[in-house]
């Protein structure tokens, strides 16, 4: 599933956070960096199951924030919902 949203935070607070918060808050199913790069955050679990994060800036002090996966859909829910959220979280 694909999660959209826009949050009041620059992309590498967003991404930072994201880091942190999979390989510290998400016990039973953690996932570390396999890659990163401006914009951009690839974390791998112990499964081998994936999530990817994209954050850009709007230009207008807004980061919008995108992140796929199957298997964390959950966690991903739980994560943005600690960000300062300026946009409802979409789910495709």
Sequence with gaps: ???????ALPPEQVLG??????A??????????E???PG??????????EVVFS????????TQVRASTLFFDQAVDRFL????LEAAVEVV
Excluded: I, Y
């Design 1 to 7: 599933m694909t999660h959209t949203t826009t949050v």
């Design 24 to 33: 510290e808050r998400v016990p039973s199913a953690a996932a570390f960096v």
């Design 40 to 49: 951009f955050l690839v974390l791998r679990g112990q499964g081998g199951e």
């Design 55 to 62: 954050a850009r800036s709007d230009g207008g002090g807004k």
């Design 35 to 37: 890659r990163q790069g």
């Design 81 to 84: 919902s600690t960000l300062p």
């Design 17 to 22: 956070a994201a880091q942190r918060f999979f």
